[in-house]
């Protein structure tokens, strides 16, 4: 009985002292010049499919849901947005060349077609997140159409 006591009473101690370690919040402007949408041609229904889905982890600005600055969450949330800016940033689109352009287009219907985006973890609290196989189309025949007019536009 005394041990359990000791034992939560640790355990409380340790979840007050790791909110100490705060990673920074990602709370950048979310309409930048460099942003996908000022920089291309990106259809209302596309645009908003991206700022629901991919956006929190893919933007300069997360929409952090309440636990979001409660350790250990606010970690586990940072590592993805981290990560996740590290591989493909729709804020900062305008400041990629062609080449990563075209690059990006293509791996962004292949992520979305193979079910590997929006990760899984975040598809189970963002339900409204789901892309339906009528969203993964648009966005497939976007990237191409897209693709193709970064190929032959000057
Ligand atoms: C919960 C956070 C999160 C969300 C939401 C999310 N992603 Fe990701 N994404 C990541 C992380 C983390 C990685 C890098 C690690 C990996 O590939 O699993 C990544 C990788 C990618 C890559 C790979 C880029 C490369 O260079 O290999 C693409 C493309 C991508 N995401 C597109 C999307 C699209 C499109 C959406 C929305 C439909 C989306 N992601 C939603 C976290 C997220």
Redesign the pocket.
């Known amino acids: 009985m005394r041990r359990t006591l000791i034992y939560l009473i640790l355990l409380v101690a340790a979840l007050i002292l790791i909110q100490f370690i705060r990673p920074e919040n990602n709370l950048g402007e979310l309409e930048s010049e460099t942003d996908l949408v000022q920089v291309s041609q990106v259809p209302d229904t596309l645009a908003s499919i ?1 700022l629901n ?2 956006y ?3 933007s300069n600005h997360t929409r952090y849901p309440w636990y979001g600055n409660l350790a250990p969450f606010s970690w586990y949330l940072n590592k ?1 947005v981290v ?2 800016k590290a ?2 940033n729709f804020s900062s689109w305008g400041l990629m060349d062609k080449a990563q352009k075209i690059s ?1 287009l293509d ?2 219907c292949e ?2 077609s193979s079910g ?4 899984k973890s ?1 598809l189970l609290i963002h339900r409204s ?1 789901r ?1 339906s196989s009528h969203d993964i189309m648009a966005i497939c025949n976007w990237a191409d159409s897209e693709a193709l007019e970064i190929l032959t536009g000057d």
């Open positions: 991206f889905s991919c929190d982890c893919h993805h990560e996740g591989h493909l990006q791996q962004i992520e979305i590997s985006m929006p990760l975040y997140s892309l």
